[in-house]
């Protein structure tokens, strides 16, 4: 295949011409583990993690006001700060998440999604995480778009699709996520064909260049296992170590269960 250049964020050239399927060393399934629900964290908004508005710096007294008097950012800021804090009630949490959903907010619609999902303040269901996810991606959330996806690739509440999964992702990164990128790229990577491994390969350097340490972990599985021409072990355990200092928890982990060690 022809050979490209990529220049990542620290100027390092990554070379990814695809390797012939004879000199592949693994089954492509052992690049394809279960995608996961995005997760938010309380960090600073990206492209990847919902956007709160400004009331972050509200107290929350201040929060409960104005949740009361009908302002569904407030109702959602309010059930994010008791849903992240230790002690916190998550069934008091997914009451302004759902009060918001019922006013039209996407980002309600998405968290009460997501505790039905996890089981957190309200009994989990799976259907009913699929039904909230759906409703907010329909507004063009993008949290609740990659996580729809997530529950068509994975059967969550739905029978699974992938071909909905895959237009999904597509759509979660023309929306600007940068998670999805390594999420499709695992979609293209299942189909084993030269064509499917060019676009994923093409979608992990633009999670490299994001700095996703997820795809930095799926580019460094897709070296060693012979999908990259002229990457070996050795670039293998540099991507692996790259992606444990973005805070890949697992990335050591995989390291040595890769066989490339430390």
């Known amino acids: 295949g022809e ?31 279960e995608p996961e629900i995005l997760i938010v964290t309380d ?3 990206s492209p990847t ?26 109702m959602v800021e309010l059930g994010r700060r008791l849903s992240n ?25 998405f968290f009460l999604g997501r505790a039905y999902l996890l089981g957190r303040g309200v009994t989990a269901d799976a259907n009913a995480a699929h039904e909230r996810f759906q409703k907010a991606h329909e507004t063009g959330s993008l949290e609740a778009t990659d996580a729809l996806a997530t ?5 969550i509440g739905c029978d699974s699709n992938m071909k909905r999964a895959q237009e999904l992702y597509q759509q979660s990164i023309e929306l600007g996520s940068t998670a999805s990128l ?16 060019a676009k994923a390969l093409e979608l992990l350097k633009r ?17 060693e296992y012979g999908y990259v021409e002229s990457a070996g072990a ?29």
């Open 151 to 155: 529950c068509f690739a994975s059967g």
């Open 207 to 223: 999670g490299v260049e994001a700095g996703e340490a997820d795809a930095m972990v799926y580019f460094a599985q897709c070296c």
């Open 182 to 197: 390594s999420k499709l790229a695992v979609i293209y990577l299942a189909s084993g064909s030269q064509g499917d491994i």
């Open 49 to 74: 993690k919902p956007q709160i508005s400004n009331l972050r710096q509200e107290s929350m007294i201040s929060l409960h006001k104005q949740a009361q008097l009908g302002r569904s950012d407030a």
């Open 3 to 33: 050979l490209k250049e990529v220049s990542t964020l620290d100027n390092t050239i990554v070379k990814m011409e695809i390797a012939p399927e004879a000199n592949r060393t693994a089954p492509t399934s052992a690049l394809v583990p």
């Open 43 to 45: 960090q600073p908004s």
């Open 85 to 109: 804090t230790p002690g916190g009630s998550q069934i008091t949490a997914c009451k302004w998440f759902r009060k918001a959903a019922e006013k039209g907010d996407p980002l309600g619609q």
């Open 234 to 262: 050795e670039e293998a355990k540099q991507w692996y170590l790259r992606a444990a200092e973005a805070g890949h928890p697992d990335a050591l982990a995989w390291l040595e269960e890769g066989g490339v060690g430390l």
